[in-house]
Nanobody, 115 residues
Framework: QVQLVESGGGLVQPGGSLRLSCATS????????LGWFRQAPGKQREWVAT???????TYSDSVKGRFTISRDNAKSTVYLQTSSLKAEDTAVYYC?????????WGPGTQVTVSS
């Protein structure tokens, strides 16, 4: 079955960086777009970035220029390189794939930006 597992979160100071990973299995990874989303306490889940099967990328305005999404088809893994982190980036970060009209999510990884 489709599985996604995020990792790489943690506590980081403002201005710092983290590289998040999302390891996947159960589907033909190279044929699908994948996305990163995040949910801060008390807020709705929001879209962060998407990478298509052809490696085209799009970003939300809030992270454009600071975050980079990438993929490694050989490892069936999608990454989110974060930099210049701010307190408002604190959230649980999730990856998602949509297959056959069904959304699949990982359990998430916590990113906390604090001094």
């Amino acid at each position: 079955q489709v599985q996604l597992v995020e990792s790489g979160g943690g506590l980081v100071q403002p201005g710092g960086s983290l590289r998040l990973s999302c390891a996947t299995s159960g589907f033909l990874f190279g044929s699908y777009s994948l996305g990163w989303f995040r949910q801060a306490p008390g807020k709705q889940r929001e879209w962060v970035a998407t990478i298509t099967a052809g490696a085209e990328t799009t970003y939300s305005d809030s992270v454009k220029g600071r975050f980079t999404i990438s993929r490694d088809n050989a490892k069936s893994t999608v990454y989110l390189q974060t930099s210049s982190l701010k307190a408002e980036d604190t959230a649980v970060y999730y990856c998602k794939v949509t297959r056959l009209f069904t959304d699949y999510w990982g359990p998430g990884t916590q990113v906390t930006v604090s001094s």
